[in-house]
């Protein structure tokens, strides 16, 4: 057996398939760290909330390290088939539930009563801010519309009287130059 | 063995797929390849992180250009308070940014029929350029443009008039100059 770190996803499942807890933490630890980060992922493009994808982490990853404990991962080699569909299912009941407190948030509690996601803990708001600033007024419009409006291409070409292939390639390339501007300026620091 | 990626996802499928863009057909095969894919699925994390992090500085009130009606009712939806101001071509208008706005919205009333673009110039006491927005696409309601700006930058300024014009982007033809007679409010 390889070092946990160097294992495929299906070498690391065969190693916890059917061994009992604690028998295999290093391979447990190493699925963990690799499928964690895409289940959050999953969780926030479908879910569109921190809390929620955070959520939907644990849920999934425990329900995962569990049938595969219990034998019941059919194919450990397909352990990635199997944690996207388990998000899928967990995202579909998460969604049911998140409408529910929506509609009890909105009928009982101010609009600021929920904190937003601590978003400057991965990614520094300044340099970020810094870098939109430097965007061509155009693209920052597309970017807010897109990000944080939550718009489509449609919906954002519609707003600015631009084509939706125009809104996309002006997106894709002011995301360019952000990455690059947020990479230069924590490198230059 | 996380192996390199063989098959890379395209940077633009990526920004589809978050922003919802992505055809719902292409969806399923994606999502197993970033399941499996700790190369697309980083780069998938740089795009999540951009994104969260323009959210977040909007929430803050920490945007700036122009916005539209629909990115101007997200941020009163989301809490974000909201001084706005609108004046009319050849209007002046006194304001202030006071302790607790968050954003200063100022809209620009404009006759904007058949105009693509427009670029907005602002300047201060003796034509000092204070700030020049260029290529603003005209909104398909062309009635308005409005432009936001961080209310801690206004607050900042000292009591002073400042003038807006706005041009045709295409031609630099004049539509309308406005004023704002700004205090400042401590």
Redesign the interface.
Same mark, same amino acid.
């Given at each position: 057996m390889?070092p946990a770190v #160097?294992?495929?996803?299906g070498e690391l499942a065969r190693a916890v398939a059917g061994r009992a807890p604690g028998a295999s933490d290093a391979a447990e630890s190493e699925l963990y760290r690799?499928?964690a980060?895409?289940v959050r992922? $999953?969780g926030?493009?479908h879910l569109r909330d921190?809390e929620s994808a955070r959520d939907l982490v644990q849920q999934v990853m425990l329900l995962t390290i569990e049938k595969l404990r219990r034998g019941d991962v059919r194919d450990p080699d397909q352990i %990635?088939?199997f944690?996207?569909g388990t998000?899928r299912t967990m995202a579909i009941a998460a969604r049911r539930t998140d409408a529910r407190r929506e509609r009890l948030r909105e009928a009982f509690l101010?609009? #600021?009563a929920f904190a %937003?996601?601590d978003? /400057?803990a991965?990614?520094d708001?300044d340099r970020?801010?810094h870098c939109?600033?430097q965007l061509? #007024?155009?693209e920052?419009?597309v970017?807010?519309?897109?990000? $944080?409006?939550?718009?489509?291409?449609?919906?954002v070409g519609? #707003?600015? /009287?631009?084509s939706e292939g125009n809104v996309?390639v002006i997106?894709?390339r002011a995301? %360019?130059k952000?990455?690059a501007c947020?990479l230069a300026e924590r490198q230059a620091s | 063995m996380t192996a390199p990626c063989a098959s890379p996802v395209a940077d633009e499928v990526l920004v589809d797929y978050w922003t919802g863009d992505l055809p719902a057909a292409d969806g399923p095969a994606l999502e197993e390849h970033l399941f499996s894919c700790a190369d697309c699925s980083a780069r998938l994390e740089g795009v999540a992180s951009i994104a969260g992090g323009v959210a977040a500085l909007a929430r803050q009130g920490r945007i700036t250009g122009i916005i539209s009606r629909a990115l101007l009712n997200r941020l009163q939806r989301d809490g974000v308070r909201v001084r706005q101001y609108t004046l009319d071509p050849g209007e002046t208008v006194p304001c202030a940014a006071f302790p607790g706005d968050d954003v200063v919205v100022t809209a620009l009333n404009a006759n904007l029929a058949g105009v693509r673009a427009v670029s907005l110039r602002v300047t201060g006491p003796n034509d000092a350029v204070m700030g020049e927005l260029n290529d603003i696409p005209v909104a398909a309601s062309p009635a308005a443009v409005m432009w936001v700006t961080p209310a801690a930058l206004i607050r900042s300024l000292p009591t002073q008039r400042v003038r807006l014009t706005l041009r045709s982007a295409d031609d630099a033809r004049l539509i309308a100059e406005y004023a704002l007679d700004h205090t400042h409010a401590g």
């Amino acid at each position: 057996m390889h070092p946990a770190v #160097d294992a495929s996803d299906g070498e690391l499942a065969r190693a916890v398939a059917g061994r009992a807890p604690g028998a295999s933490d290093a391979a447990e630890s190493e699925l963990y760290r690799r499928f964690a980060p895409r289940v959050r992922l $999953y969780g926030l493009r479908h879910l569109r909330d921190e809390e929620s994808a955070r959520d939907l982490v644990q849920q999934v990853m425990l329900l995962t390290i569990e049938k595969l404990r219990r034998g019941d991962v059919r194919d450990p080699d397909q352990i %990635a088939s199997f944690v996207l569909g388990t998000s899928r299912t967990m995202a579909i009941a998460a969604r049911r539930t998140d409408a529910r407190r929506e509609r009890l948030r909105e009928a009982f509690l101010a609009p #600021d009563a929920f904190a %937003a996601p601590d978003v /400057g803990a991965t990614l520094d708001l300044d340099r970020l801010e810094h870098c939109l600033a430097q965007l061509a #007024d155009r693209e920052r419009s597309v970017v807010s519309l897109t990000f $944080y409006a939550e718009s489509s291409a449609a919906a954002v070409g519609a #707003d600015l /009287g631009v084509s939706e292939g125009n809104v996309r390639v002006i997106r894709h390339r002011a995301l %360019a130059k952000l990455r690059a501007c947020v990479l230069a300026e924590r490198q230059a620091s | 063995m996380t192996a390199p990626c063989a098959s890379p996802v395209a940077d633009e499928v990526l920004v589809d797929y978050w922003t919802g863009d992505l055809p719902a057909a292409d969806g399923p095969a994606l999502e197993e390849h970033l399941f499996s894919c700790a190369d697309c699925s980083a780069r998938l994390e740089g795009v999540a992180s951009i994104a969260g992090g323009v959210a977040a500085l909007a929430r803050q009130g920490r945007i700036t250009g122009i916005i539209s009606r629909a990115l101007l009712n997200r941020l009163q939806r989301d809490g974000v308070r909201v001084r706005q101001y609108t004046l009319d071509p050849g209007e002046t208008v006194p304001c202030a940014a006071f302790p607790g706005d968050d954003v200063v919205v100022t809209a620009l009333n404009a006759n904007l029929a058949g105009v693509r673009a427009v670029s907005l110039r602002v300047t201060g006491p003796n034509d000092a350029v204070m700030g020049e927005l260029n290529d603003i696409p005209v909104a398909a309601s062309p009635a308005a443009v409005m432009w936001v700006t961080p209310a801690a930058l206004i607050r900042s300024l000292p009591t002073q008039r400042v003038r807006l014009t706005l041009r045709s982007a295409d031609d630099a033809r004049l539509i309308a100059e406005y004023a704002l007679d700004h205090t400042h409010a401590g």
